[in-house]
Nanobody, 123 residues
């Protein structure tokens, strides 16, 4: 069973940068896609980005394309989310999640979730 732990959240000014980490344990991730989701207060959880562990293919929501970058470190079993040019609307709890398979464009079927990390962008 895959366990995921996010870290790296915090308070950042508008236009700033932050890097989130998602550390995985409990098994090999070779057959998984790791995704980042976020949920702002009063809003539904939304897909942000995903990476296939084996192929390193990536996919981004339009709202973050060009500003966020997802990557993975095989040796550390960790996925990163580099967030640049942060906007007020990026404020949310960010979750990483894992789903079986390599298709990064599918935003459903994630059955392992971390506890989330808060990102707050201030003006």
């Amino acid at each position: 069973q895959v366990q995921l732990v996010e870290s790296g959240g915090g308070l950042v000014q508008y236009g700033g940068s932050l890097r989130l980490s998602c550390s995985a344990s409990g098994g090999t991730l070779n057959n998984y896609t790791i995704g980042w989701f976020r949920q702002a207060p009063g809003k539904e959880r939304e897909f942000v980005t995903a990476i296939s562990w084996s192929t390193t293919s990536t996919y981004y929501a339009e709202s973050v394309k060009g500003r966020f970058t997802i990557s993975r470190d095989n040796a550390k079993n960790t996925v990163y989310l580099q967030m640049n040019s942060l906007k007020l609307e990026d404020t949310a709890v960010y979750y990483c999640a894992a789903r079986p398979g390599i298709r990064v464009t599918i935003s459903t079927g994630y059955n392992y979730w971390g506890q989330g990390t808060q990102v707050t962008v201030s003006s």
